[in-house]
């Protein structure tokens, strides 16, 4: 599960900090999270070398209003794209500089502990994935360290079937502080809420993963974090497909496509679709064209994984 956990989590960042900033610094913040954007872009097409350059220049306009969060932000993309383009010391340079500023926006240590474990994935230093969260201050209230450790287990497909009982204390220790507003960052609780629901839908226990998805759902949405949003509306459509409620998992996935397009993850969106063409074809709405859009989309897309899974689904009409 977690080769794509790990992309779908590496947040849509700035949706509380950006609007209290944007009004003392409107043209610095803007422009750099425009640039922001556009390096996602970039990533996204696997033009590692650009990219770098393009959170560089983000990295810089935030650095003119010495915006942390921006920093940090924008120097974990530039880590991720430079370890793409196999400048190992680089990469880690720039983790280790997000490391020094985390002490002054300590709700960014989970993206700092998510991109070493994407690092660490690509090198395939499993062992050091799954000890990532002990590195995690011991006593910490929040339902972080849990979370993290399923998202580790998860990334190397060797989650234990007993660490559901401890998510689930998580969550509940999770929904608590939440309740009385006592969680720093209400999105670890939805990513905890998502990673089990995952684990759950793994399981083909449909039923608590819809309800884990949609929970997750509820917090993204209150807290504007649009990419677990997508995220969460992706996967209650997989519910719906696997429980052939095909009708309800064409709305989810075509919401999800849209949330996807205005991120401009082009992957996320792509992905949506091909579900969304299939569970055309399957229920026979408009399945002809979708037939047709399907063999088009195999023949255009530009990510592997995608043509692969188009091919595998215009396999089971042919």
Do not use: W
Request: overall charge neutral; charged content about 20%; some cysteine.
């Amino acid at each position: 599960m977690k080769k794509l956990l790990i992309v779908l989590f590496i947040p849509l960042y700035f949706a509380g900090c950006i609007g209290a900033a944007i009004e003392q610094f409107p043209s610095e913040i803007t422009d750099a999270y425009s640039l922001y954007k556009l390096g996602n872009k970039i990533l996204q097409k696997g033009d590692y070398t650009t990219a770098a350059g393009i959170y560089l220049d983000s990295y810089n306009k935030f650095s003119l209003v010495d915006f942390i969060p921006g920093k940090i932000e924008a120097a974990l993309k530039i880590a991720v794209s430079l370890k793409q383009s196999n400048d190992t010391s680089g990469a880690f340079s720039r983790i280790e500089e997000v490391n020094m500023l985390l002490p002054y926006h300590p709700s960014k240590r989970i993206d700092y502990l998510k991109t070493l474990a994407e690092f660490y994935f690509i090198e395939n230093k499993y062992k050091e994935v799954l000890l990532l969260p002990e590195s995690v201050q011991p006593g910490n209230k929040d339902i972080i360290i849990l979370a993290f450790k399923l998202l580790s287990g998860s990334a190397i497909n060797s989650l234990p079937e007993n660490i559901i009982p401890d998510l689930n204390e998580a969550v509940k220790i999770g929904e608590s502080l939440y309740k009385k507003d006592e969680l720093i960052n209400p999105v670890e609780l939805s990513f905890a809420l998502y990673s089990l629901a995952y684990k759950y839908f793994e399981n083909k226990n449909y039923n608590d993963s819809e309800i884990g998805f949609i929970k997750a759902l509820e917090i993204d949405k209150k807290y504007s974090n649009y990419q677990g949003i997508a995220a969460s509306l992706y996967m209650i459509g997989q519910v719906n497909k696997e429980t052939k409620n095909y009708d309800e998992g064409i709305v989810y996935f075509s919401r999800a496509m849209s949330i996807y397009n205005a991120l401009g993850d082009i992957h996320g969106f792509e992905n949506a679709n091909i579900e969304l063409l299939n569970l055309n074809i399957i229920s026979g709405n408009n399945s002809s064209r979708s037939i047709e859009q399907l063999r088009s989309f195999y023949s255009n897309t530009q990510f592997p994984d995608l043509k692969e899974k188009a091919a595998r689904y215009l396999k089971l009409i042919n």
